[in-house]
DNA sequence: CGGGCTGTTGACTC
DNA sequence: AGAGTCAACAGCCC
């Protein structure tokens, strides 16, 4: 297992990114903006900036994987794309890799980093539902009721896979933790959804939970920083299939198996998750 | 050395 | 509506 396989903040790591943040944010204001890739916002630099400084933060929250940032002059709309961290400094402390900085009226700043396909952007405090990126957001993985996921995947018909991943249909699974939860659903990624029984789609549901839970109670994956450069303590022992080709299925002992399912790869238990 | 692979998202086509 | 392909990249594998 390499590390590079596990680069991808999902639901458990953004949930925790907001919580730190608003923990140790609401209240501060923004006293300096620093931007080094311009091409991560969504408004030329100097609005960007203009905008959002002098901002003080009142809420912090997480929507799929993007965290919510509601300043008393609008909305920052964070997304770290494939990878990247966040981090909390002391004055003057500075990291090597950044794309932009947010110096705050006590002194601290905070990095944001991405490798490259992240976004942050900005919306003023009317104008959420005009970005396009965020407005169509399906339900947080986590909160939806198992009575509307029910309802929903009943009007679906595409694979079950690609309905999962799909950010506007239910939001915060991405194609790490995907592995483990079709496993504990005991369902194959290429599983049509209208060929699913009621017994099937209460499995899903629990399988969304036992997939993500356990993550998220220890604080997201090991391979994604905290905001105080801690990492997570989700390990590849509390990973049951994902990206474990060749290794025993924990349930049937079945050799785990890596398939490609559209553009993407998929580990899966052969035994477990028939199609 | 370099082609292949990996991840998110939107745009585009059929 | 859904599926497929592409583009935007860094970094590591073999």
Redesign the pocket.
């Known amino acids: 297992m390499?590390?590079?396989?596990?680069?991808?903040?999902?639901l458990p790591e953004i949930y925790s990114r907001a919580k730190e943040l608003k923990l140790e944010l609401v209240g501060r204001c923004i006293t300096s903006v620093d931007i080094l890739q311009t091409?991560s916002l969504n408004l030329p630099e100097k609005e960007f900036v203009s905008r959002i400084s002098g901002a003080e933060i009142r809420d912090v929250f997480p929507r799929?994987?993007?965290i919510f940032i509601n300043t008393d002059a609008g909305w920052l709309l964070i997304?770290l794309?494939?990878?990247g961290e966040i981090l909390l400094h002391e004055q003057g402390v500075k990291p090597q890799?950044l794309r932009a900085d947010l110096a705050f009226d006590d002194g601290r700043h905070l990095s944001i980093n991405f490798?490259?396909?992240g976004?942050i952007h900005f919306a003023g405090e009317d104008e959420l539902d005009q970005h396009?990126?965020?407005s169509?957001l399906g339900e947080n993985a986590l909160d939806i009721t198992r009575e509307q996921f029910h309802i929903n995947l009943s009007?679906?018909?595409?694979?079950i896979k690609?309905?999962l991943?799909?950010?506007?249909?239910i939001a915060g699974?991405?194609?790490?933790y995907i592995h483990d939860i079709l496993w504990f659903a005991r369902l194959h990624p290429l599983r049509?959804?209208n060929t699913m029984d009621a017994d099937e789609i209460e499995r899903l549901f629990d399988a969304v939970h036992q997939g993500l839970e356990p993550s998220l109670n220890k604080g997201g994956a090991f391979y994604e920083l905290d905001i105080y450069g801690s990492p997570g303590g989700f390990t590849s022992q509390d990973i049951k299939i994902g990206?474990k080709e060749g290794k025993p299925c924990p349930r049937c002992q079945t050799e785990i198996t890596?398939i490609?399912?559209?553009?993407?790869?998929s580990y899966i238990c052969p035994d477990c998750q028939s199609y």
């Open positions: 390499r590390l590079q396989d596990f680069q991808m903040p999902e091409k799929g994987k993007w997304n794309g494939m990878g890799k490798w490259w396909f976004y396009k990126m965020t169509r009007a679906s018909r595409s694979r690609s309905y991943l799909d950010q506007s249909k699974i991405g194609n790490a049509a959804i990206y890596k490609k399912t559209g553009s993407t790869s």
